[in-house]
Every structure is written in structure tokens, then in C-alpha cells.
């Protein structure tokens, strides 16, 4: 049965804030490094990478207010806290010390840890019929598997 966000009980609503609010943090621990890559990127594929690494922080940036809104839809405290969402994310920081193959790589990782975040978050969002969440989630996580296939055919040939 498809509920909207009021109708679902306060367990489902914590639980699935919870979710949302590992995807936030999770996109923006991402979304810095995707700027960290950007402003430090050199070689011969410097041009291509530093637009895609814009692409994708800018992506991300408007990505971490529509998952932290719907948090807040959720009647959920939406965090946002660099440390907590340093602590809580599976992506991990990067300091742009790296080859730009090490920088591809890296940001291949966190989109394809994003991809799999946001599909837990949304198949959990299924099992208590909030569709809208789900749909958010199926949405984001299809943007971040573009992305890393993006990054992949960068490290073929």
C-alpha cells in the first residue's frame, strides 16, 4: 500500500530518515571530493576530468538538499554536520594527492558506494510503501551509476 509520508507509522518514518540521512552523508563527504579532484587533476586528461568532476560536485550538491529535504518530509532531523557525516559515510576523504587514473578510481568507489546505498534506502522506502522516497532513491541511484560508468570508461583502453 503507497503512503505518503504522514500516513507511515514513526518507526518506518525513523528508519527510513534514517536511511536518507546516510545517502546525505554519504553524497556530501562525495560531493567534496569530487571538488578536491577538480581543482587538483593535471595530466593529459585534464580538460575531460576537470569538467566531469565539476558535473558530478555540482550534480551532487542539489542531490544532498533533495535528500535531506525529504528527511525533513519525514518530520526527521535532517544532520548536517561535517563530522557526523564523515563518521557515518562510506565513502572516505581524499586529500587530491593522486594520478588522475587514482582520482578516476577513487570517484568510480564513492559513485558505485552511493549506487548501493540509495538502492537499500529505496528498497527500504518499498517494504513501507513510501513510494515517493523510493522514487527519490531509484532517481539518485541512477545518476551515481551513470557516473561511475562514466569514470569506467575512462580507465578502459
Request: negative net charge; hydrophobic residues 45%.
Amino acid at each position: 500500500m503507497t503512503q505518503t509520508a504522514e500516513a507511515l507509522t514513526t518507526d518506518a518514518r525513523a528508519a527510513i530518515a534514517d536511511a536518507l540521512n546516510q545517502s546525505v552523508a554519504e553524497t556530501a563527504v562525495a560531493t567534496m571530493l569530487a571538488q578536491n579532484f577538480h581543482w587538483n587533476v593535471t595530466g593529459m586528461g585534464f580538460g575531460p576530468l576537470h569538467d566531469l568532476f565539476q558535473k558530478i560536485y555540482e550534480d551532487h550538491f542539489v542531490a544532498q538538499d533533495d535528500l535531506a529535504e525529504r528527511v525533513k518530509a519525514l518530520d526527521a532531523h535532517a544532520e548536517g554536520t561535517l563530522a557526523g557525516m564523515l563518521a557515518r559515510s562510506k565513502v572516505k576523504e581524499h586529500d587530491g594527492h593522486a594520478s588522475d587514473k587514482e582520482m578516476i578510481a577513487a570517484m568510480q568507489e564513492a559513485q558505485e558506494t552511493l549506487a548501493a546505498t540509495l538502492a537499500g534506502a529505496g528498497a527500504l522506502a518499498a517494504e513501507h510503501g513510501d513510494t515517493l522516497t523510493e522514487d527519490l532513491c531509484i532517481a539518485r541511484g541512477q545518476e551515481h551509476e551513470k557516473f561511475a560508468w562514466f569514470l569506467r570508461a575512462h580507465l578502459k583502453g
